[in-house]
């Protein structure tokens, strides 16, 4: 099957998921978004996501991605699904696929909304949260895991887990690289090269300080919860 039709079908699966919605969020108010930490975008709406990592450099990908999840959660959620992983209401974001074509859908339907037979079944988001908050939220979305990503890993990060919250962690630089070789092996729904998964955040956290044990072994736990 070719990338082209298999982009279609998704297409068409958005249009329907989007003609389908019965929840409206013209009564929920746009929660604001703190963005001063990332960098300017400029006024003119851009169509391709600035805060890419290829882009924007690591640590302002990062940012995005914490700034992003935060204003998601916030204002999204609500119909889109708590981590962006929809329960059928609303179009699954995570699979907008992660270039231009998605981003343009993305944030056709942030600044304008969208309203069916004369009722809002998305508020126009433009306006009121601005760009920088767009692009955020797009970088967050588009780095969620796929479906069963952690699936083939589940037995391992439970006894990494289980080490590190036992407080007898023999050698945390080489738990570390690990964790972070099984950060590059998630898969995102989107396409994105990196993940933004429990794995990824743990192996960021982890140390050869223990406070950093205790915290990294609470990640796993809460996301590893979620597979289970």
Not at 14 to 39: C, E, K, M, R, Y
Not at 118 to 128: C, E, L, R, S, W
């Amino acid at each position: 099957m070719s990338a082209n039709i298999i982009r279609g079908g998704i297409a068409a699966l958005f249009l329907l998921a989007t003609t389908s919605l019965v929840i409206a969020h013209g009564d929920v108010a746009p929660q604001p978004v703190n963005t001063d930490a990332l960098p300017e975008v400029g006024e003119e709406w851009l169509t391709e996501n600035p805060y890419r990592e290829a882009k924007a450099g690591h640590d302002t990908w990062l940012k995005a991605v914490e700034i992003g999840s935060s204003g998601f959660n916030q204002n999204c959620a609500r119909c889109h699904g708590l981590g962006a992983v929809s329960g059928g209401l609303a179009p699954d974001l995570r699979f907008l696929e992660a270039e231009e074509a998605g981003d343009e859908w993305f944030i056709e339907r942030f600044r304008h909304g969208y309203t069916q037979d004369g009722t809002t079944k998305m508020p126009a988001f433009g306006d009121i949260l601005g760009q920088k908050a767009a692009w955020a939220i797009r970088t967050y979305v588009e780095t969620r895991p796929e479906d069963g990503a952690l699936d083939a890993h589940a037995k391992r990060l439970h006894e990494i887990r289980d080490e590190l919250g036992s407080g007898k962690v023999a050698a945390a630089t080489e738990l570390k690289k690990e964790l972070e070789t099984i950060a590059t092996e998630v898969k995102t729904a989107s396409g994105a090269p990196i993940a933004d998964s429990v794995t990824y955040e743990a192996a960021r956290i982890l140390s050869d300080a223990p406070e950093s044990w205790k915290k990294a072994a609470e990640v796993l736990t809460v996301g590893l919860s979620a597979t289970e």
